[in-house]
């Protein structure tokens, strides 16, 4: 398994159909005083799986980080690799809605996505003050 795209953005959702719906893409978050509150972002990654990722079911975790590894915010789950046939892959989108996050001090954020023995994939964005 890896994960080929992920991404902040205003809003995001997962149409009936299985489609990935996005939009406002960002990777800056400006406040005029800290600490701060956003009042929503959204975060997507999409998680994709091979022939050899079947019938593996993996644990899952999603942290957003400071710049001091200070956990703001974490979700732990777990995926079950769909029936792939050799040659083919699968796709799977993930959003977290994330409301009202409180960032004490502007730097760089990042959240770390951690998929079984995969290696860790962070996303990082800055929070500025303006």
Known sequence: MKIPVAFLADEANISQDGKLNVMGIFDRIAASAFPTVHPKMVFVFRIH?????????????VRLVDEDGGVIFEANGEIVSPTVSPGEFSTANQVFTLVGVQF???????????????????????????
């Open 49 to 61: 799986a091979e022939f050899t990722d079947v019938g593996r079911t993996s644990p899952v975790q």
């Open 104 to 130: 004490s001090q502007p730097g760089v954020y990042k959240f770390l996505v951690s998929v079984d023995e995969m290696e860790l994939h962070e996303t990082p964005f800055m929070v500025v003050q303006v």
